[in-house]
């Protein structure tokens, strides 16, 4: 990665830094690139604040922390002083004049940004050794005589150079003039309030906000009652299944069980047999036969406790079965009084239809006696057959579907002029 340094006005680039790189590593990279020893200290400029990096801080953790303000973040190199070497030549050692030449003005010469590797194969020691080697060739270059003519065709004159540098330091300065404008507008822009809405726009979207939650807390109660549902759709189906299974198993039960009795009563009369045998005086070995009895005994007495566990388990699994048709019966129950209640809202529903209000159905009903019309031309039979019985069970979809019933209407004897289908 590269980081981005103003070094006395002129922005150079730090290039090959890393997570781990220090600011005494960037501060020592950029001492070696100009050329100039001293003290030197790396300031983080943000906005109108200016903070002081130490030794072992990171910069690209510092822009990390600061998040998008990083963009905003300028750092700048800043020479304090002298080293303290240098400090103590100066004390012993007399000052010497200085040259007619600018030499300082040669440093401010390229007004471009530069570019340095901070590479890991590189190390502080090496990167000195490097910036010393080209110093002496460049001293004894200087050292060395050369014929006044090779320096006159070399390049331009001192004057030239000059001015050049004097011309470019005059566009650095406006640059850096329309530089500090542009920030100002920016600032400026930036702490610009925001533009404010009309009433009838907010309170249009305060609407739209409110019928989103609404929907949304629409959405979610309907899922809710859909998972209910499936879950209790879900649950019947395992236990249909599960008292399936155990309708199986108890028939598998009851198969072993009998099983089980029809051995035991073949080795009861084998047992019969044997005594038989052994009163009848056929068999000549006493011994062999009362082994016999014992191993029968004990067959038996296995046998009388299989059928022991089996009739265990069998209860086990009737009492199971029991209580899962128990369960059936209450939610049995549960469909009967919903469709009681459906039944209900359906006959209330005829009523409100009809124009009939529950008094008047009850005051009809407790006073009244329906008869049907016959038409004419029609036999004392199909009148007969045609008579309509209302009883409480009786369902408005009953009703409906009876069409004789809806053929022959009835007359209330309050009211002739009313007629009640």
Known sequence: MELKVWVEG?????????????????????????????????????????????ANERPLESLAKLGQLGNEVQFILRRTGPTSSEGSDQGRAPKLPRPPDPEPLKHKEPKKALTFNLGPSTSPQTRVKQVEKPLRDSQAREVSPSPPLSLAQAGPSKDTLYQQILRQQGQLQSLQGQQEAQER????????????????????????????????????????WENEFQSEVQREKDMLRQKNKLHLTLDKHSRRLHDTDNQSEQLERDIKLLFET??????????????????????????????????????EIEKE???????????????????????????QQFILQTGVTPAQS??????????????????????????LEFNPGTTAKQILGNPRSLQNPLVSSLHPEGVYV
């Open 10 to 54: 002129i922005q150079r680039v730090v290039c090959g830094l890393s997570e781990e790189t220090s600011c005494q590593d960037v501060v020592i990279a950029l001492a070696q690139a100009i050329g100039q020893t001293g003290r030197y200290v790396l300031i983080q400029k943000l906005r109108d604040k200016e903070r002081q990096l130490v």
């Open 185 to 224: 507008e920016l600032g400026i822009w930036e702490r610009a309030p925001p533009p404010t809405l009309s009433p009838d726009f907010l309170e249009e979207m305060d609407h739209l906000q409110q019928l989103l939650r609404r929907n949304e807390s629409e959405l979610a109660h309907v899922l809710h």
């Open 278 to 315: 052994k009163r009848n005086g056929v068999l000549q070995a006493r011994p062999s036969v009362e082994e016999s009895v014992v191993i029968a005994k004990e067959q038996l007495d296995n046998h009388q406790r299989q059928g022991a566990e089996l009739q265990a388990s069998n209860e």
């Open 321 to 347: 079965l029991r209580l899962a048709e128990e369960q059936l019966q209450a939610k049995s129950k549960e469909l009967d009084d919903l469709n009681k209640e459906l039944r209900q809202c359906n006959l």
């Open 362 to 387: 009850n005051q009809q009903t407790e006073e009244i006696d329906f008869a049907l019309l016959k038409p004419d031309g029609q036999s004392d039979e199909d009148s007969n057959s045609s008579i």
